[in-house]
């Protein structure tokens, strides 16, 4: 089945349920009037800068120009997990980018040799979607994690400051803060394989069908997604909270926040 294209007129056609969304929070008086169309806007601008972008790289099938879409997605990610935290504690931007381009090219290595072998390595067609995938899920985990964290350390400083004074190193006193940090974040990842075919359909597989994907290879193409979100913000997550627990102690081994 070949895939139904959109033109300008489509968008604005489909833009009338955003009319209704608006009309209703007017009579409803919702106050969401503005945050409706500003979203909608916002949307509309920013995905026909990326499809053009993204097109203008994929014409270009360049491994220089691959790789600086990604890094440019990855600066972006850090910046808006980052912005997401409590700005006191230094480094925050460093750790969470570091973190995330470990976790981002550990997996992409592993799919990319073992699993889906593209011709040449750098296939935009792979490389980008995958990245993205991977850059977007990780960096909602990377910002649970560092808010849990942060706010574990400033609510729990007596209790930290206790198992410090009983001997207990920087890193044992926070140990059970970062775990629950790391659960927290990997929580939306895990409920969403619990569910996913039962209860909700993910965007991915959605998309593979209306595109006119064989449902199985759309279904195998959607578990392998699934499986390297979790890997990826995994990874993510223990770096960035292990990062983060050597910045809040100064050299004397002292809370800093």
């Given amino acids: ?29 919702l106050g969401l009037s503005w945050s409706i169309a500003r979203s909608t806007i916002q949307t509309i601008v920013q995905l026909l800068v990326v499809g053009y972008f993204l097109a203008a ?37 460093p750790i969470v980018w570091l973190s995330l381009l470990i976790s981002t090219t550990l997996t992409l290595v592993y799919i990319n040799l073992l699993v889906l072998q593209p011709k040449p390595w750098y296939e935009p067609q792979y490389f980008i979607p995958l990245a993205g995938i991977l850059l977007g ?18 609510n729990s400083r007596l209790e930290i400051e206790t198992h410090l004074s009983l001997g207990a190193t920087p890193q044992q006193a926070v140990a059970l803060y970062r775990k629950e940090a790391i659960k ?51 990874i993510t997550t223990v770096l960035v909270t292990q990062g983060i627990s050597r910045q809040v102690f100064n050299s004397a081994e002292q809370l800093k926040i």
Avoid: C
């Fill in 137 to 154: 899920n990780a960096m909602n985990g990377a910002a649970i994690s560092l808010e849990r964290l942060t706010s574990s350390l400033n």
């Fill in 184 to 234: 927290a974040a990997m929580i939306p990842n895990l409920n969403t394989m619990l569910v996913v075919g039962v209860v909700t359909l993910p965007g991915t597989f959605t998309g593979q069908l209306l595109s006119g994907v064989y449902p199985l290879t759309a279904a195998l193409y959607q578990m392998l997604i699934l499986f390297i979100q979790l890997f990826a913000t995994l």
């Fill in 57 to 93: 790289a994929f014409a270009f099938d360049n491994p220089w120009a691959v790789l600086l879409v990604v890094a440019i997605m990855l600066t972006i990610a850090a910046t808006v997990a980052r912005n997401r935290v409590n700005k006191r504690i230094p480094q925050i931007l």
């Fill in 1 to 29: 089945m070949d895939l139904i294209q959109l033109d300008p007129i489509d968008l604005v056609i489909s833009l009338g349920l955003i009319a209704v969304a608006i009309g209703l929070s007017v009579t409803q008086r």
